[in-house]
């Protein structure tokens, strides 16, 4: 990265992107691909997706019309010399069209933003990050050279196409924070004094009064405090980098070498595999002891709900239930033993009424109920409550068969 010359030089500098950003790039490009084509295919999904996209669109174009017609845009006959400033930062990072450039009073806020609209690129100076700046033209210079590296590397082109990759958990994050490192180096490059320039961040960081005062080794030795499991996690989940690791990734030199974030990293990951392994195991208790008695009280609300529009025949249900009874009775005495489960006895049917439906109990749907007790075989209804164990449940016992 080369460091910044004087303005009226022209010269145009050259800065190294962040060493992860192309990657992820690619990683996001291809989760959006995806993203996109499975909204596509899903008519229900694309529609979803539309309405956001129309949403976006509008919130974006109400912003750009404010800005438009209440923000205060510079240029020769407004604000002149802040223009002259601004533009010959733009060339300096390369800029071939000159951006759109506006003061935006925004209640207090210490920030700076590009967008874009259709094909025009905009950058947005909050005035009060403006008036923090006071005299420190390299603290200026540093935040504005940042906003315009978002244009010049492309940033806010077909940012629409690559919006659902952003949604992907750490993977979006990682790629934003990768992009604010970028455009850090072209801050720093065109701001012409680095240890002025990194005041900004300290401004970014303690507003106006006390920004400009802050000890900025003291700062990125808080970087100390993020090397822990959770700390990492939250910086993972972060769209923008820890001032503090900003600050170091500028000025090598301000961090302390004996900190390594692999710790923090290793415990991240740890941490992240012991909860991935703790919700399957609660998954996996879930679908094996609960889900199965939530679906057969869903299936019995069902049947209950439909059984008053149908008339039962009792007379029909004895029927089935003496036919089983005496099935069992049968298999019995052919084979030595009462088929030994509702399972069996279904096996047992089909082997002697082939192709014909298995008895179901009218009153809940199900198969009627069936247990061998005392070497017997004992058979049920629910009966017209459609609950098993009740006092109107309907039962035959094989030894009271003529």
């Known amino acids: 990265m080369n460091q910044a010359v004087g303005l009226e030089t022209g010269v145009q500098v050259r800065v190294q992107r962040w ?20 909204l596509i295919v899903s008519v229900i999904g694309f ?87 006071g005299d420190n033209e390299a603290a200026r210079d540093m935040i504005i050279g940042h906003e315009l590296g978002h244009i010049k590397a492309g940033h806010l082109t077909l940012w629409w196409l ?11 994050t990682a790629y934003s924070r990768a992009r604010e490192y970028t455009c850090d180096r072209y801050g720093a490059a065109v701001c012409g004094n680095l240890q002025e320039g990194l005041v900004g961040l300290g401004i970014l960081a303690a507003g106006g009064v006390h920004g400009r005062r802050v000890n900025l080794k003291a700062l990125a030795s808080q970087r100390e405090q993020l090397n822990t499991g959770f700390m990492t996690i939250g910086k993972w989940l972060s769209t923008h980098p820890p001032l503090s690791e900003r600050l170091i990734a500028l000025e090598p030199r301000m961090g302390d070498p004996s900190v390594r974030g692999e710790i923090g990293v290793a415990r991240a990951l740890a941490g992240m595999a012991v909860t991935g392994l703790i919700v399957v195991g609660v998954m996996a208790v879930f679908v094996r002891s609960v889900m199965p008695a939530f679906q057969q009280a869903l299936e019995r609300a069902q049947v209950q709900s439909a059984a008053p529009t149908r008339d039962i025949d009792n007379e029909r249900v004895i029927s089935d239930m003496l036919m089983l009874a005496k099935l069992a009775v049968t298999h019995q005495k052919s084979e030595g033993s009462l088929p030994a489960d509702p399972n069996t006895l279904r096996d047992v049917w089909e082997v002697n009424h082939p192709g014909e439906p298995f008895p179901r109990d009218p009153y809940d749907g199900h198969w009627y109920g069936y247990e061998v007790r005392d070497n017997q075989a004992i058979v049920w209804s629910s009966g017209p409550d459609g609950r098993n164990g009740t006092s109107d449940d309907i039962v035959i016992d094989s030894q009271d068969l003529d």
């Open 19 to 38: 060493p992860t950003e192309k990657p992820l790039l690619v990683l996001v490009a291809i989760a959006a691909a995806g993203l996109w084509v499975a």
């Open 47 to 133: 529609l979803y997706a539309a309405f956001i996209g129309l949403f976006l669109f509008v919130s974006h174009l109400g912003f750009i019309a404010y800005l438009r017609g209440s923000a205060i845009r510079l240029g020769p006959d407004q604000l002149p010399e802040l223009h002259a400033r601004v533009i010959g930062l733009a060339s300096r990072v390369g800029l071939t069209k000159e951006p759109e450039v506006y003061v935006m009073q925004a209640g207090g806020a210490l920030n700076a933003l590009a967008t874009g609209f259709l094909r025009s690129r905009m950058v947005v100076l909050f005035s009060d990050l403006l008036e923090a700046c």
């Open 162 to 172: 690559l919006f659902p990759g952003f949604l992907v958990p750490f993977l979006g």
